[in-house]
């Protein structure tokens, strides 16, 4: 019963979650090496104007790691995090945010318990055509400072 209830919980996360993601978008194909490091290269400049220190990961439509870049400074545990963040994002396709949000403003905390969940602002999926095909995970500053990296990233795949 538990299973099903927190099936639940992230059914009524992703409805009430931003329109742009939703549980009904469908995974392209996965993303390439050079597309992951364009991603990559707009959340990096935006990072290095902030003068942060963070990591940076894009994962493909799988959840496979295809391309991570962490700043000399940035802690080492920012990696696993960065990571995860990604992975959590593409695996549920909204952003990391909205796990956040839903454990915050409605106490859904049985989603802690969700195996690769990370209820942490930083990972957003990467669209192309209205499919997701990967994500960013971004990990070393303040949550909000990690969401916005990590969108900047994933707005430069928009038209």
């Given at each position: 019963?538990?299973?099903?209830w927190?099936?639940?919980?992230?059914?009524?996360?992703t409805?009430?979650?931003?329109?742009?993601?939703?549980q009904?978008?469908?995974?392209?194909s996965?993303?390439?090496?050079e597309?992951?490091?364009?991603?990559?290269?707009?959340a990096s400049?935006?990072?290095?104007?902030?003068k942060?220190?963070?990591?940076?990961?894009?994962?493909?439509?799988?959840g496979n790691l295809?391309?991570?870049?962490?700043?000399?400074?940035?802690?080492?545990?920012?990696i696993d995090?960065?990571i995860?963040?990604?992975k959590?994002?593409?695996?549920?396709?909204?952003?990391?945010?909205?796990?956040?949000?839903?454990?915050?403003k409605n106490?859904?905390?049985?989603?802690?318990?969700?195996?690769?969940a990370?209820?942490v602002?930083?990972g957003?999926?990467?669209?192309?055509?209205?499919?997701?095909?990967?994500?960013?995970?971004?990990?070393?500053?303040?949550?909000?400072?990690?969401?916005d990296?990590?969108?900047?990233?994933?707005k430069?795949?928009?038209p």
């Amino acid at each position: 019963m538990k299973h099903i209830w927190i099936q639940l919980n992230f059914a009524a996360l992703t409805l009430t979650s931003t329109s742009v993601f939703a549980q009904t978008m469908s995974y392209g194909s996965p993303i390439s090496l050079e597309v992951a490091q364009k991603v990559t290269q707009v959340a990096s400049k935006d990072m290095h104007q902030r003068k942060l220190e963070m990591t940076i990961a894009v994962v493909d439509s799988g959840g496979n790691l295809v391309y991570l870049e962490r700043a000399n400074q940035a802690g080492i545990g920012t990696i696993d995090a960065a990571i995860g963040k990604a992975k959590a994002a593409n695996g549920i396709k909204v952003p990391t945010k909205a796990i956040q949000e839903q454990i915050l403003k409605n106490n859904s905390l049985n989603l802690l318990a969700v195996p690769g969940a990370f209820p942490v602002e930083g990972g957003v999926p990467l669209v192309i055509n209205n499919q997701v095909v990967g994500a960013i995970g971004v990990s070393g500053g303040m949550p909000a400072d990690d969401g916005d990296i990590a969108n900047a990233g994933a707005k430069s795949l928009q038209p």
